[in-house]
């Protein structure tokens, strides 16, 4: 009875592509997801496991810009010799960068025996983690997430490297579990340092991960002149320039960007100043700004 129970236990975890014959020595691990899926939280294991993830991985969700820039520009003289110089400095090191698995379909042949980890997240909770984070429409959110989650099964679906489908909600109700069925994957030998490492960093959303990817918005909507909307907005963290639409109603009346340098304003704002000609525009007509594809009014 008790090997039955064991048999009808749903961990959350699946192999593709296993019985393909592949090296523990030489290994490049790649994991990809839908935006804010739960590949970070595997990006921190691997990292305590003592895989090399880029130069520059960033500390919160452990994604090689270096690596990921040359991919998404099209640089692919660049990617392979970034490969090429990673090879020779690793026998095992991995790539994270959730939204990559479009390019990667065409371009898994450049990594030196690939294995996929591939992160599966309830949509409802990548949708309502966007509205909080990113001050964005859950139902708009909702939707996006449900598309990309199938584009995702269908990459899944296309390559035939050994894959290892994680469930996100599956891992954090198991963390011991995570460890040791990734562990394995990867051809990492875990100790009990490793293994104590790896269960301190998993956690829901650790506060350095909710920090970083949290967007904040700033501006001010300063008003109309001769059929033109003034105001300044930038996004944080950093200091970055803004799309700004101008609405009234549902009807959008006018669309700019934040990147126009206004003197007379505070100087850490002077370059985030915007002005939009606006259609449609008449006295008494009541308008408002917003971040463009947010629910923030300036």
């Not at 590949?39 to 993830?53: D, E, K, M, P, W």
Request: aromatic share 8%; glycine share 8%.
């Amino acid at each position: 009875m008790r090997s039955e129970e064991s048999n009808l236990k749903n961990d959350g975890f699946t192999v593709l592509n296993g019985s393909q014959s592949y090296s523990d020595e030489y290994v490049t691990l790649i994991c990809v997801g839908v935006a804010r899926s739960g590949t970070s939280l595997i990006g921190a294991v691997l990292r305590q496991f003592g895989v090399f993830l880029g130069e520059k991985a960033d500390p919160a969700v452990f994604e090689d810009t270096v690596l990921s820039n040359a991919l998404e520009a099209g640089d692919l003289d660049r990617f392979d010799q970034i490969i090429e110089n990673y090879n020779k400095e690793h026998k095992v090191w991995g790539f994270k960068r959730p939204e990559a698995f479009g390019l990667l379909a065409q371009n898994l042949n450049k990594f030196r025996n690939p294995r996929l980890i591939v992160m599966l997240r309830d949509p409802a909770s990548i949708a309502k983690r966007n509205e909080i984070s990113m001050h964005t429409d859950f139902l708009e959110q909702l939707k996006r997430a449900a598309e990309r989650t199938l584009d995702l099964v269908h990459f899944v679906e296309s390559i035939e490297v050994p894959i290892l489908v994680i469930s996100y909600e599956k891992a954090l109700s198991d963390p011991d579990c995570l460890v040791e069925k990734l562990a394995k994957f990867c051809g990492i030998k875990l100790d009990e340092s490793l293994r104590t490492g790896a269960l301190a960093v998993i956690e829901n959303g650790p506060e350095l991960y909710l920090q970083s990817s949290r967007v904040r918005y700033e501006g001010q909507f300063f008003g109309v002149v001769d059929g033109v909307a003034h105001g300044w907005a930038r996004r944080l963290p950093g200091d970055f320039a803004c799309s700004v639409e101008i609405r009234s109603g549902g009807e959008i009346l006018g669309t700019g960007t934040s990147s126009i340098f206004k003197a007379d304003l505070p100087e850490e704002i002077r370059a985030r100043a915007f002005s939009i000609p606006l259609e449609n525009f008449g006295d008494g007509t009541a308008i408002e700004a917003r971040i463009l594809g947010t629910t923030v009014k300036l």
